[in-house]
Structure formats: C-alpha cells, structure tokens
C-alpha cells in the first residue's frame, strides 16, 4: 500500500512537470509571434517613413530650385549701364537702369534683343547696322554718328529717335515694324525712314521732324509706306513720298519740294517756294504755292467744300540749333 502510494505521487509529479513544459512552451511561442509581428510592423513603418521622406525632399527642392536660379538670373541680368565698344555683337534678356553707348567701329551689326533701358539708347558711333527686338526705351535713342546700312526697330517702344549725323555718302534706313512706337523722330541728315507693317494698337512715327546744321544746304529724305502721321519741314529738303505713304498734315517752313508717289492730306505753307506733284486735301496758302512736274493744286474751290480744315497753330520744332546732346 505504501509503495502504491508512493508510486501515485511520484506520476502526480511527472504529469505536473509535463504540463508546466507544455505551458512554458505555448507561452515562450506566442512570444516569439507577438515579437515578429511587431518588428514587421516597425520594418513596414520604417519602409514606408522612408519612401515619404524620400519624396517629400525632391518635391520641395524641385520647387524651391528653380525659384533661386530665376531670382539669381534676374540679378545678373541687371546692370546700371552698358558700354558696347568690343566685337560682341548680340545683347538679351536685360536689364538697364541708365544708358546704353554704343561706340563701336566694328563692322559687324549689333543686336539687341529682350532689353528694358531706363535711360537713353545712345550711339556714338557705329560701323555696322544696328537692330532693336522686343526694347523699350524710358528715354530716347539717340544717334550722334551712324555709319551702318540699316538701324531696325522691331516692338520698339521709345520717347524720341534722333539722328543728327551720319558718316557715309549713302542715305541709311531707319525702318520700324510690329508692336514699335515713338513720340517723334528728328532728321537732321539725309535718310530713309521705311515703315513696314506695324501691328493694331500702335502708331510707328507719330511726328517726323526734319532739321539741320550749316553748312549742309539741302537734305534728301525719302518716307516709305508713313502713315497716319504729321510732318514739319524745318530745313531745306527734297522729300520723296515713296510707296503708300500718306501724311496727315504737313507744315513747310523752309523751301522744300515734295513728290513722289504718296500723298499729303493738309498742307500748310510758312514760307515761298513750296511745290509739290500731287496733293489730296487743302493747301493752306495757295499764293505761296509752286506747282512742279505737272502736279495739281487742289485748294478750297476745286475740293468743293464749304469749310475746309483751318490754319492750325504753329507746330514748329526747335531743329535748327543743334541740341545738347549726351555723351
């Protein structure tokens, strides 16, 4: 009985010994799962922290990049003045507080293109034509001595172009087109003024001017396709009205002849010795009016009109004394 009871305890002990093991083992398994599933849901975290940290700075630094070269390129580009003296021949995408001098004996022409001037465009002296892209001009453009073929304007804006000296024996062009106006432009040597087509909007030359300086006694200026503008004659001139060229008004103060194949709407006479071949509108002084190479006076009576366009005032520009020029 002894031994049999002895024999209980001891299996008793056996079968408690196998059920701790068995608890032990289930306990130290669902341990092992939990862990792993937590490190792979840390990994999945970290992976997915990285991706967005990886693409957030990308995104952020394509855009912010870009930003700084544009504003660093606007800062280069901006210059208190510029000199043109050297064999470079093109200028863009500028910026100009004061003066652009051109004094260049380079043969080669000079363009500029893209460029906001807030002074004066002036040329002292060019060699080579010289062209003018998508400018504007807070002052004027003014040319002291041109030797090139052809000074071009092309969506030009500017207060006033002057040219007061040119160097050749030929008469250069000074042609405008697009989106290009000015206030005025003072002729004081001979030229060809071309206005090809200018867009909607826009005038080209509101006001040509001619003047000039002893001891040059008569100039030649040829106005291609001008309209819409008016002209005062201040220096002795033989002025050729070439293609569709159609003046609004004209004011003669100086012995002139005008000819050609255009037309002057309103003439008005300041002085003797004016003729002209053809003539559309009203003569303000026929008695002072000389008719030359078979042309037509038209005047109140043959224009049958009861009132015609009055004298108006005096438009006359300062052109005989020579101005102060910039240097």
Known sequence: MKNNNIFISILVTIIIILVICILTLVFVNMGKSKKANVSSSESITESSEEISSSSMPEESSSSSQPEESSSEEIETNKQESLSITDSTTEYKDLIIEKDIIIDSKDLSSINLENIFVGGNIIVNNSYGSIYLKNIEVSGDIIINNFSGYEFGLIDTLANELRLVSVSKEYFPIISIAGKTQMNKALIYRGAILRQNEISDGYKGFSHIGIGGYKPRLWHDITLENIKDCYLTINFPANVNLNGNTDI?????????????????????????????????????????????????????????????????????DDLEEKPDLPK
């Not at 009109?305 to 004298?311: C, E, M, R, S």
């Open 248 to 316: 609004s008004q004209a004011y003669a103060y100086r012995q002139s002849h005008i000819y050609g194949t255009g037309s002057v709407q309103y003439l008005f006479i300041k002085t003797n010795n004016i003729s002209y071949d053809k003539i559309t509108g009203f003569v303000s002084n026929p008695d002072k009016f000389s008719i030359e190479k078979g042309g037509r006076l038209v005047n109140r009576e043959t224009l049958n009109v009861d009132i015609a366009k009055p004298i108006q005032e005096d438009k006359k």
